[in-house]
């Protein structure tokens, strides 16, 4: 069996210097703010991710790049760097939906959780609630073609969770399955059953459930 390489680990032991700058070994907790050169420190990670793209976008001759990503910037008690995040990232969006053959997926891998909010009844429920979403530019969208992308829109209105995603990246470079409308074969490019329920996905004990009526 072929090990998977990774080729390159971009910046991600920049996050060491950084923090080894103000005393830190991890930016779990505190501070509630990380800057450097007078930027917050998530902005790095930004316009690292934007320079690879315009590189690319810039070489006829670069392959296809698959690139991974994972903040933890709002793992702090007060949410302040949550929030020092919005204008880098409302920059990053806007800059990624230029790059017309880059499809861009954003996730959380989970709703807040970390100030006193999220010890509340209704702080527990939104723990379970992640964002998701994904920018796809004219490009993309061909190369999708109108049944994958009419199964996006309305997969935005049902339940699916990441193993979903999963077999629908998974299924684009198979012959056997890219053309599937089978959601449990291609995932969410395929439409998901408006029925579905959290009772048809795997979930952890303590989980809260966002369908309505679902815990009674």
């Given amino acids: 069996m072929a090990k998977k390489m990774v080729d390159h680990f971009g910046i991600t032991h920049f996050s060491c210097t950084v923090l080894n700058r103000i005393g830190r ?16 420190y998530s902005w790095y990670f930004f316009d690292y991710i934007r320079k690879v793209y315009t590189a690319l976008e810039n070489n006829r001759k670069a392959k296809p790049l698959v690139s991974y990503m994972h903040f933890n910037t709002g793992h702090e008690m007060t949410g302040k760097r949550m929030i020092n995040m919005d204008a880098s990232m409302a ?89 599937s409308k089978d959601y449990l074969v291609s995932g969410i490019f395929s ?18 459930c966002k369908c309505e009526g679902f815990d009674e």
Avoid: W
């Fill in 25 to 40: 070994t991890n930016h779990y907790d505190n501070p509630q703010k990380i800057c450097l050169n007078g930027q917050f």
């Fill in 191 to 208: 439409e998901i059953p408006a029925n579905r329920t959290c009772a048809d996905l795997y979930m952890l004990p303590l989980t809260r």
């Fill in 91 to 179: 920059k990053f969006f806007t800059d990624m939906a230029l790059f017309p053959n880059t499809l861009t997926v954003i996730f959380s891998d989970h709703g807040h959780k970390m100030t006193p909010f999220s010890y509340t009844e209704e702080g527990r429920r939104e723990l379970f609630d992640p964002v998701f979403f994904m920018i796809v530019p004219d490009g993309v969208k061909e190369k999708l073609g109108p049944e994958r992308m009419g199964a996006l829109v309305t997969n935005q209105k049902r339940i699916f969770m990441l193993y979903d995603v999963h077999k629908a990246l998974m299924s684009l470079h198979d012959s056997q399955k890219k053309d």
